[in-house]
Antibody, heavy 116, light 112 residues
Framework: EVQLVESGGGLVQPGRSLKLSCVASGFTFSNYGMNWIRQAPGKGLEWVAYISSTSSYIYYVETVKGRFTISRDNAKNTLYLQMTSLRSEDTALYFC?????????WGQGVMVTVSS | DIMMTQSPLSVAVTPGESASISCRSSRRLLHSNGITYLSWYLQRPEKSPQLLIYQISNLASGVSDRFSGSGSGTDFTLQISKVETEDVGIYYCVQFLEVPYTFGAGTKLELK
């Protein structure tokens, strides 16, 4: 069974940093691209970033470019999202999601709240 | 960026009846490899989204065959037959043709 478990969320002040992790199990992590997708409270889904299986290809939504960094450690079956210069509009539930031409599995999400 | 427009934004359905949700993209979602990168997801209350349909009309593993997808080019439809209590939630279409991947605003399905 595919499992994706996010962690690392919490309450953080504007301008500060936070690093999310997503541990994958139940499949060969190194064979799949991965995404971070977020959902602001009461809002819809927004794709944030993608990383290919070998980290060769990395893409971001424009609003996080230069502030967020997606990375992965295939030896540890773990996906990361380093978030810096956080803004109130980054407040959201962050999902990691497995990619195979489309997203086929999602984690349960981890909440990030940016507030003073 | 490719814009995804869903309609209606909410729908109330009598259990046992059918429902239809439309999704329109601002550009064709057909790749040169012949694949159309249009998927549908259901997010039940307080749950993570779940894949229902990929490549317009392919049913994801474990998904009820009461769900079906159709369409081509820029116009796509999700049909739900014999609506059940477990179908309540928000339905999203999304394009995976190019980054940024973009979602429709979502259609909230409720029961009458």
């Amino acid at each position: 069974e595919v499992q994706l478990v996010e962690s690392g969320g919490g309450l953080v002040q504007p301008g500060r940093s936070l690093k999310l992790s997503c541990v994958a199990s139940g499949f060969t992590f190194s064979n799949y691209g991965m995404n971070w997708i977020r959902q602001a409270p009461g809002k819809g889904l927004e794709w944030v970033a993608y990383i290919s299986s070998t980290s060769s290809y990395i893409y971001y939504v424009e609003t996080v470019k230069g502030r967020f960094t997606i990375s992965r450690d295939n030896a540890k079956n773990t996906l990361y999202l380093q978030m810096t210069s956080l803004r109130s509009e980054d407040t959201a539930l962050y999902f990691c999601a497995r990619h195979q031409l489309w997203v086929d599995n999602w984690g349960q999400g981890v909440m990030v709240t940016v507030s003073s | 960026d490719i814009m995804m427009t869903q309609s209606p934004l909410s729908v109330a359905v009598t259990p046992g009846e059918s429902a239809s949700i439309s999704c329109r993209s601002s550009r064709r979602l057909l790749h040169s490899n012949g694949i159309t990168y249009l998927s549908w997801y259901l997010q039940r209350p307080e749950k993570s989204p779940q894949l229902l349909i990929y490549q317009i009309s392919n049913l994801a593993s474990g998904v009820s065959d009461r769900f079906s997808g159709s369409g081509s080019g820029t116009d796509f439809t999700l049909q739900i037959s014999k609506v059940e209590t477990e179908d309540v939630g928000i339905y999203y279409c999304v394009q995976f043709l190019e980054v940024p991947y973009t979602f429709g605003a979502g259609t909230k399905l409720e029961l009458k």
